[in-house]
């Protein structure tokens, strides 16, 4: 059986897709097996960023490990798209990673239910937070909110099924240097908040202008040195110990962070 990672958050921009690429290479660099599904069927970013990555890698004629791309096709034989795929991948996989459009869709819910980990990066600030629990103004928990209570629905249904509990790490990105006030207001919230709603914070990752220049070509931090055209920056030195702390984090089966 493949161990299945999802990512998921219902708000969009939060480093969702970011955070499934750096992920599956990651994992696909460490030597698994890694297949990976697109779930956010109208962007696209994800599928778009492994194509990108086929394309440079074909046209420079590099080797670089990479993920599995898997499709969804129309439902048929009434298994639904989402079954289908993961059964498509599944022989050939220890991983597969499912990445979440950011909003409320069937699909998304669905993978929700079928998480062994999941990771829900978040932008620092409240208005990220307000989809995980409500706060009144003086800072305390109301209560949980709509996304958590989402994940608290597929930990239900997995729990009827029999199937294992989900491990769910909140990923704080997109990190500033400055902002030291906010930043420990909503590491704070989030603290009381994993004990009551039961996550684990990960290690994040800062805003670094990197992220967002790496998808043309399909490209991690973990493939600059390979590709040699690139100098390590101090900064980008400081995110690959910030992807290797979290992959370590995450605690995967059979996975030991040697990048
Ligand atoms: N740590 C980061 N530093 C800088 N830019 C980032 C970082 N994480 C994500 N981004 C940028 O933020 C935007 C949203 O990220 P994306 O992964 O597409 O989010 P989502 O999939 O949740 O909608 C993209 O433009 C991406 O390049
Ligand atoms: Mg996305």
């Given at each position: 059986m493949a161990h299945i990672i999802v990512v998921g958050n219902e708000k969009g921009g939060s480093g969702k897709s970011t955070t499934s690429m750096h992920v599956a290479t990651a994992l696909a660099r460490l030597g698994h097996r890694v297949g990976a599904l697109d779930l956010d069927v109208r962007q696209r970013s994800f599928g778009r960023y492994l194509e990108n990555r086929s394309h440079f890698t074909q046209s420079e004629g590099l080797d670089l490990p990479t993920p599995r791309l898997g499709h969804l096709e129309p439902e048929?034989?009434?298994?639904?798209?989402?079954?289908?795929?993961?059964?498509?991948?599944?022989?050939?996989?220890d991983f597969i990673l499912l990445d979440c459009p950011?909003?409320?869709?069937?699909?998304?819910?669905?993978?929700?239910?079928?998480?062994?980990?999941?990771?829900?990066?978040?932008?620092?600030?409240?208005?990220?937070?307000?989809?995980?629990?409500?706060?009144?103004?003086?800072?305390r928990i109301l209560g949980p909110s709509i996304y958590a209570e989402m994940v608290w629905s597929a930990r239900q249904l997995?729990?009827?099924?029999?199937?294992?509990?989900?491990?769910?790490?909140?990923?704080?990105?997109?990190?500033?240097?400055q902002q030291m006030h906010n930043k420990r207001k909503v590491g704070g919230a989030l603290d009381t908040l994993s004990k009551r709603i039961g996550f684990r914070v990960a290690p994040g990752f800062s805003e670094r202008v990197i992220f967002r220049e790496l998808f043309p070509r399909g490209l991690t931090l973990l493939d600059l040195k390979d590709i040699g055209t690139e100098q390590l920056s101090m900064s980008n030195?400081?995110?690959?110990?910030?992807?290797?702390?979290?992959?370590?984090?995450?605690?995967?089966p059979g996975v030991s962070v040697t990048f």
């Open positions: 048929s034989d009434g298994i639904d798209p989402l079954s289908r795929a993961i059964e498509t991948l599944e022989p050939d996989c950011g909003s409320h869709t069937k699909l998304s819910q669905m993978a929700h239910t079928l998480a062994d980990t999941l990771i829900t990066p978040m932008n620092d600030s409240f208005i990220d937070f307000d989809l995980l629990a409500r706060l009144s103004p003086d800072g997995r729990g009827q099924a029999g199937a294992g509990p989900i491990d769910w790490l909140v990923l704080r990105n997109r990190l500033g240097t030195i400081a995110a690959r110990q910030e992807l290797r702390d979290l992959i370590a984090e995450l605690r995967l």
